[in-house]
Nanobody
Framework: QVQLVESGGGLVQPGGSLRLSCAGS????????IGWFRQAPGKDREGISC????????LYADSVKGRFTTSRDNAKNSVYLQMNDLKPEDTGVYYC?????????????WGQGVQVTVSS
């Protein structure tokens, strides 16, 4: 079965860290860029990062720049989102997705989403 499987969400205190994983199942992520998105209750979905390669072809939204880092491990067919210095406004459901380019429509594969809650 072709799918993206996410893991790593949870509850964390402000200032804490979490690492999300996004694994490809049934297909190779090698041929795709991988985007991370999040959606807070009552808000529109927000694109927060897009990774082409680990060698610098990575885009971040201003809201997470300097705190979040995304990387990919093609040998493990996985992409990661390291989230540091988390804030309550980072709370939401986080998704990974595939596309051919970071400027694409993001109508490829999507993960099931994981909940991230930042609260004291």
């Amino acid at each position: 079965q072709v799918q993206l499987v996410e893991s790593g969400g949870g509850l964390v205190q402000p200032g804490g860290s979490l690492r999300l994983s996004c694994a490809g199942s049934g297909f190779s992520l090698d041929y795709y860029v991988i985007g991370w998105f999040r959606q807070a209750p009552g808000k529109d979905r927000e694109g927060i990062s897009c990774i082409v390669t680990n060698d610098g072809d990575i885009l971040y939204a201003d809201s997470v720049k300097g705190r979040f880092t995304t990387s990919r491990d093609n040998a493990k067919n996985s992409v990661y989102l390291q989230m540091n210095d988390l804030k309550p406004e980072d709370t939401g459901v986080y998704y990974c997705a595939t596309e051919r380019t970071c400027g694409g429509r993001w109508d490829g594969y999507w993960g099931q989403g994981v909940q991230v809650t930042v609260s004291s």
